[in-house]
């Protein structure tokens, strides 16, 4: 929908700069030069600015992360018919929007999270395009117990949960990571031999 | 004078130029979710977009 509203703006841009183009008497008069302010500069400024937002938007998607290749085995990590298996049960079960299912636990849930979550999808962007991406991908720094606990901190299932009671102050600490007890991860390596959920495709 | 107006003439009609082809491509990579249409976007069509209003903003600011 606001693709749309987007491209109807761009549009009517469109067309003003080519009336303009076409008659170019009309900026002689006074609205004419207000008329050719609009068009040259204001409409084009805001239509550039909703359609970043609307691509940066766009690149929460799990489709926009899983459409690079090498993305593509942790994609098919979260079919894994499994339940042990971390991203495949949250996804499967709808723990996480299936739709964002890639940014929901790979973003940082801080002030600028988002920013830095960007900044490392610029970095991707440049790596996949202008470089060689590395054969075995991997996380710049280790997971982070905070991005779990932002949905599980406080959830019945999460704090009546024997281990968890008795770790939690080292678990809010991130002394001990969540990954500790929950090892199975992606595990791109074996996808191939794994036995797949055959459920709705993204 | 003439020739100062026909100058003027002349670069709006570049910033033109370059607006609708910059809103165009930028029109365009808004149909898909892809990071290529991302790069686009930002590489050639935004681009586009500033190198033509910076024209225009340059032929009104000169005239």
Redesign the interface.
Known sequence: MANYAVVTLIALSVLLVALLLRRPSLTAIQGGKILAFVAFFVLPVIATALGASIHLENSTSTQFCLSCHVMQKHGASLYIDDPTYVPAAHFQNNRIPKDHACYTCHTDYTMFGDVNAKMRGLRHLYVYYLATPPAKLALYEPFKNRECLHCHDGARSYEETTPHKEMKEQLSSNDMSCLTCHVKIHDVANIEKMKKWKGPGL | MSDSRSRT?RE??T???L??L???I??I???W???T???V??TI??VL??A??AV??FA?VRH
């Open positions: 003439e709006l009609r910033a033109a130029y607006l609708i910059g809103l165009a930028e029109a990579t808004l149909q979710a892809h990071p249409s991302f790069v976007f930002l069509g935004a977009v500033l033509g209003m225009y903003l009104i």
